[in-house]
């Protein structure tokens, strides 16, 4: 194994020569980086298993191939993690250490689990450059991150603007659409909130009602709004009305009265906020804290008052209230106009709910200043690019995704106010005499500076300021960059864009990007709009997504359900115990990690059994169908151990077969014309070709679900249950020193054999590697004599192999499906007649077809082999069945008959299965009593029944075949 794991000489392209080459000649692939917040699972591993797998076959087809790994410095999901590793272990908040200290603790946990990440790729055989290992924090990416900031922000595609954003108040920090997950409630729901200490658990799912008081109103005047978010009419600035309402019509243009503050709100009309047939067809309106009520508040010209601070506490702003986190807030609103008599009721309320899936806290819409980018024309620049077929999307559905999130987007929310990330190359000019001037102003924001350090900022700001540069203050923005940011980049940071390095030369553009389907967008698509405005080209050619991974019951990997699965627990095996402690050691809520724990002792009673590598890919390619998501059972990845084991034990027993033979370096093209061939050999090789073809075709196209098919199905059911047990007699014969024409038919015919079985062996073990490298490299190396076929090193530098357009031979093939057809018949007439195996009797058959007749008197011996017959005689239709015969339809061109005399005796034979009918009638009866009892099937636990059932199936399939076999009997009796 050490070829594999220690020698990584054999990933690293020649770099010389690539330069040489054209781009279809290379295979150039950045790994999607995993985030550095932990341990790879089984997603990741579904990646590494399908990017290794096309860059090991390219690289075996000559290619010039190159895979560069990395690891992504994951913003937001590494500073959470870390913030709660820190509080869980020391009591301690990033506050409490500041940022530098707190940045050193980012980088001390990125040296630990980034190293892990390393080795869990080791581990899946990962054949990657490990030489050119990129962290996105890397002093190459951080200079890429830094130019391309500069190079956007010089082309008029960044800019700074206070809008509405998605806030994680647990966080501090705006947050992508990526990073919320939504959430259905039916109706009430009870809800823990972080940083919320007041109640364990929140309400939500209702809708509240409350009354404003119409200022000046003779009549006590008063209009009712219903809302979800009930602490946000703190900053409600009007209530919209419909215009054409006629319930309102007095009221347009007059005032509300704020019950808690000195505020008075307007009557606006909105014909487009509000729906008079809805409700009471008024709408409150709360600018700074809804998506929809602040479009409203731009068409109407409204006050925007923010009532949040960035801790989600409610604001100074806000009278009795202000200090208060903002779901106590919504408790003490709700009691504090019950007081005021202006509660009007509450009622459940189906609703969606976004949470930040990095804390858990519910999302909070906040106006504040950020960076963003213009992306219009670089993504009409990346539509057009699929649409003129420049750049393939695959499978070709997501394009419909493609067009639509493209052709929609919106700015792009670049700034995160976190301290783990890239830092903004911003800088906040002013002199020694604006000192009060507020950075977070709107009105201040021709006072940032871009630049790539703070020499060049402050010769900037200065030529800005119209003073010396002696005179300039400079504050370097404290936010960093999202992370899709300098991902977005990684196609060519990782070559040292953008310097014009050798590897960029050789390397850029890619060839493919492969990666899940859930970031098409958030990962993909900036990735292309990024590349084609900054380096001028497609950073690849062609996008394969592949689908999610998901747990047998098709649920999302979730640490909370203790479903998501490391992929060493599946190579190196994990007891329950050690799979429990390790979510113990997390960072879970107590909460979570008893749900946790109870969804392992459920899925993996017994712990995860030791699969290895190759049987985890093998195991997850066989499951990937385009298209469909992965509902990975590990029970079946065990299964693929067991074909492993399958593979490792025949060609170790194969090989017993070539201890007298030598292969040579023509002898695979000698085969078919060697006059002593058999129409087995022929079979073999025909159907190892159409394999080989397959394999290729299916490659080529992502269809890796197909090839694991095609590569498991071969080797078990033609090569292992067909040839390699045809073969046994003849390559088991011991050569004898006769002359004689029989023996040297007989040494010729071993000859071509083990020249077929060598090349069989040897050509599957190369279709096989790039889909399950270790055991593949180990049973090659070890084939006999075999550096006199190949002297290359390793089977990864070999050549894949490719069709042979003589050895594809039909006619064999299908008188090989005729001969195995008649071989199950008499494998089933001998079963049903209960016939010793070392009992050989003489099978017949009849039939009229030309090529059933030629494949069964070819092919006799064949027959005899597998059927364990004496001998295997043409019937001739005209004659009479004789007495004591059998007979078995193969289908309408092929009978099989048995002559069962001196074979068994039918008289002992009836008596023994009448007895055994007799045994198995009452077991059947005892059986249907017990399910048709009153009551059964809601009393009966439902494993029982299961149990029940199964049983009474066996026993009546049991009695099924005794009664056919007793009545054939009887009829030959008599």
């Keep these: 194994m050490a070829i594999m794991v220690g020698n990584f000489g054999y990933y690293k392209p020649d770099i010389n020569k690539a330069k040489g080459l054209t781009n279809d000649q290379k295979f150039v692939m950045v790994i999607p980086p995993p985030n550095v917040t932990g341990s790879l699972h089984l997603g990741h591993a579904l990646t590494s298993t399908i990017e ?9 087809r000559g290619y010039v191939a190159l895979w560069v790994p990395g690891v992504d410095h994951a913003g937001i999901a590494t500073q959470s993690v870390v913030e709660k590793r820190l509080m869980k272990d020391n009591k301690l908040t990033r506050h409490d250490l500041g940022r ?5 603790k980012v980088w001390e946990w990125k040296e630990t689990y980034g190293s892990r990440i390393c080795q869990q790729e080791r581990l899946l055989a990962a054949s990657v450059d490990w030489s050119r290992e990129t962290f996105t924090m890397d002093p190459k990416c951080c200079r890429a991150v830094t130019e391309a900031f500069v190079r956007f922000y010089e082309d008029g595609l960044i800019y700074r603007d206070t809008r509405l954003i998605n806030w994680s108040c647990a966080l501090q920090s705006a947050i992508s659409e990526i990073e919320v997950d939504y959430v259905d409630l039916e109706g009430i729901t009870y809800l823990r909130v972080p940083n919320h200490t007041k109640k ?7 809708l509240t009602s409350f009354a404003y008081k119409v200022v000046d109103s003779e009549t006590d005047e008063e209009i009712v709004v219903a809302t979800t978010r009930l602490e946000t009419m703190l900053g409600d600035t009007a209530v919209a009305i419909h215009p054409k309402d006629p319930r309102y019509t007095h009221l347009h243009g007059k005032f509300l009265q704020h019950p808690f503050l000195d505020r008075k709100i307007p009557i606006i009309t909105d014909d487009v906020l509000v729906d008079m047939n809805f409700g009471t067809g008024a709408v409150k309106v709360t600018p700074a804290h809804d998506p929809n009520d602040n479009a409203c508040g731009k068409r109407n010209n409204l006050d925007t008052i923010i009532i949040f601070t960035g801790d989600g506490k409610i604001s100074d702003n806000c009278g009795e209230f202000s200090g208060m986190m903002r779901y106590d807030a919504r408790s003490s609103v709700e009691n504090a106009l019950k007081e005021k008599g202006l509660f009007r009721g509450k009622e ?14 519910i999302i909070e819409p906040m106006i504040t200043p950020q960076w963003y980018v213009n992306c219009n024309t670089m993504a009409a620049n990346a539509v057009a690019a699929v649409r003129n077929g420049e750049l393939k999307i695959l499978p070709e559905f997501h394009e419909a995704t493609w067009y639509r999130w493209l052709e929609n987007i919106r700015d792009w929310c670049i700034s995160r106010q976190l301290w783990w990330g890239h830092r903004i190359p ?11 001037l507020d950075k977070n102003d709107p009105a201040n924001n021709s006072r940032w500076v871009v630049a790539r350090t703070e020499e060049e900022a402050r010769t900037k700001a200065a030529q800005l300021l119209n003073v010396t540069e002696n005179d300039v203050i400079l504050d370097q923005d404290e936010d960093v960059l999202d992370t899709w940011f ?19 030369k050789a390397f850029y553009p890619t060839t493919l990007l492969e990666t899940g389907c859930d970031i098409l967008f958030f990962w993909v698509a900036r990735m292309v709009m990024m590349g084609m405005h900054l380096t001028g080209k497609l950073p690849f050619t062609t996008v394969y997504l592949h689908a999610m991974v998901r747990d047998k019951y098709g649920r999302k990997m979730s640490k909370s359900l203790g479903n998501v699965i490391d992929p060493q627990e599946v190579i190196s095996g994990c007891d329950l115990d050690t799979l429990i402690r390790k979510i113990e050691e997390g960072n879970l809520p107590p909460s979570e990690v008893k749900k946790a724990t109870e969804g392992q002792k459920l899925d993996f009673p017994d712990g995860i059994p030791e699969c290895g590598a190759d049987a985890l890919r093998f195991g997850m390619l066989a499951y990937t169908v385009q298209g469909r998501d992965v509902n990975l059972d590990i029970k079946r990845v065990v299964g693929y151990r067991q074909f492993c084991n399958k593979l490792w034990n025949a060609v170790r027993f194969a090989v017993t077969y070539l201890t007298d033979f030598t292969p040579w370096s023509n002898m695979r093209n000698e085969i078919v014309t060697n006059p002593f061939v058999s129409s087995r050999d022929l079979y073999i090789l025909s159907k190892l070709n159409t394999l080989t073809a397959d394999c290729n075709r299916y490659l080529e196209t992502y269809v890796f679900g197909a090839v694991a098919s095609a590569l498991h199905s071969f080797f078990i059911y033609e090569f292992c249950d067909v040839y390699l047990e045809l073969i046994k007699p003849v390559v088991g014969y011991a050569s004898q020193t006769s002359d004689s024409e029989q023996d040297n038919t007989k040494r010729e015919t071993k000859r071509v054999a083990q020249m077929t079985l060598y090349t069989c062996l040897e050509q599957y073990l190369r279709l096989t590697h790039p889909l399950m490298p270790f055991v593949t490299e180990e049973l090659w190396q070890r084939l006999p004599n075999r550096e006199l076929l190949d002297s290359t090193p390793t089977i990864m530098l070999s050549n894949y192999p490719t069709a042979e357009s003589s050895w594809f031979n039909p006619e064999k093939e299908e008188d090989m499906t005729i001969v195995t057809s008649a071989i199950h018949a008499a494998s089933s007439l001998r079963s049903h007649y209960r016939i010793p195996n070392h009992v050989k009797p003489s099978f017949y058959f009849r039939s009229t077809s030309n090529e059933v007749i030629r494949a069964l008197t070819s092919q006799g011996n064949d027959f005899c082999t597998l059927g364990r017959s004496n001998s295997l005689i043409r019937h001739p239709e005209e004659d009479n069945i004789p007495a004591g015969w059998c007979v078995k339809v193969v289908s309408e061109n092929l009978s099989l008959l048995l002559d069962l005399n001196g074979v068994i005796d039918c008289k002992e034979e009836i008596k023994r299965l009448e007895k055994e009918v007799d045994r198995i009638t009452p077991q059947i009866e005892q059986y249907r009593k017990k399910i048709n009892i009153p009551g059964y099937e809601e009393k009966v636990p439902e494993n029982v029944r299961i149990l029940n059932q199964e049983k009474l199936t066996a026993y009546e399939s049991e009695l099924k075949t005794t009664l056919e076999a007793l009545e054939g009997l009887k009829a030959i009796a008599n």
């Design 486 to 504: 300098s991902s977005g980049l990684f196609p060519f940071s990782v070559f040292g864009w953008p310097e014009e390095t050798e590897d960029f």
């Design 200 to 206: 364990e658990k929140y309400e939500f799912g209702t």
């Design 426 to 436: 911003a800088y906040f000019a002013r002199t020694s005499q604006e000192l009060s």
């Design 100 to 104: 530098e200290n707190f940045v050193k």
């Design 52 to 60: 290794d797998t096309l860059t090991r076959w390219y690289r075996m």
């Design 348 to 361: 459940p309320n189906k609703m969606r709910l976004g949470l930040c899936s990095r804390s858990g806290d």
